[in-house]
């Protein structure tokens, strides 16, 4: 069935390393794929997303990489500061109208 | 825009009781989405709206969970009676219809059912 798989689950990194996030996903037929951060008491936030006719999108320090053959796409975040620290979930669109599925979350810590 | 806005920020109710979340979605979105958010599950979808017309509503859990969307400002998701295992975190979140488009979620309602 329609599926998103998300890892690592949680992520412990150094304040200004990097911090990569994977997903894959089941359909090839999947064309929209949106991550989003979700921090403590609040929902969770659009910050970038990616269309499956490009293979990598930037906005400053947080990049997404996909690979449709593969069927799987990439957070990046680079020189990671502290208040990146977050929950992030990765989503793919599988057909349509059909709603997102999301991935079930990576637990980011960036240690001052 | 002020976002899409849910109330009560937090609720708490004895088990049996009835409890009542509200949605405002944005204007112009015209997709609606309610997801509950635990520890266990990570985000469940339970149901959502297209146009104000309900969908898919096979994640309800039950049928004590009800929702409604009379129009395109406003929707409910209701919970008659409420169970301890109802406690989580309701979200609501919407969109403009067709996929392909970002979802803005609402803050929450915190749900504890004691």
């Known amino acids: 069935g329609e599926n998103v798989e998300q890892h690592p689950s949680t992520l412990s990194v150094q304040e200004g390393d990097s911090a990569v996030i994977k997903c894959t996903y089941s359909?090839?037929?999947?064309?929209?794929f949106p991550w989003y951060k979700q921090e403590l008491g609040k929902g969770p936030q659009l910050i970038i997303d990616?269309?499956?006719?490009?293979g990598e999108k930037k906005d400053q320090r947080i990049a997404v990489t996909l690979n449709k053959t593969a069927k799987h796409f990439s957070l990046h975040i680079t020189e990671t500061q502290p208040e990146d620290s977050a929950v992030y979930f990765c989503?793919?669109?599988?057909?349509?109208?059909?709603?997102?599925?999301f991935g079930k979350g990576t637990r980011l810590s960036v240690i001052a | 825009d002020a976002g899409v806005i849910q109330s009560p920020r937090h609720e708490v109710t004895e088990m049996g009781q009835e409890v009542t979340l509200r949605c405002k979605p944005i204007?112009?979105?015209?997709?609606l989405f309610w997801y509950r958010q635990t520890m266990m599950r990570g985000l469940e979808l339970l149901i959502y709206?297209?146009?104000?017309?309900?969908?898919?509503d096979s994640g309800m859990p039950e049928d004590r969970f009800s929702a409604k969307m009379p129009n395109a400002s406003f929707s409910t998701l209701k919970i008659q009676p409420s169970e301890p295992r109802d406690s989580a975190v309701y979200f609501c979140?919407?969109?403009?219809?067709?996929?392909?488009?970002?979802?803005?979620f609402g803050s929450g309602t915190r749900l504890t059912v004691v």
């Open positions: 204007s112009g979105h015209n997709s």
């Open positions: 709206f297209n146009n104000n017309v309900p969908i898919d």
């Open positions: 989503a793919a669109i599988f057909s349509g109208n059909t709603p997102l599925v």
């Open positions: 359909d090839s037929a999947s064309n929209y």
């Open positions: 990616i269309r499956s006719n490009v």
């Open positions: 979140a919407s969109s403009r219809q067709g996929g392909n488009y970002g979802y803005t």
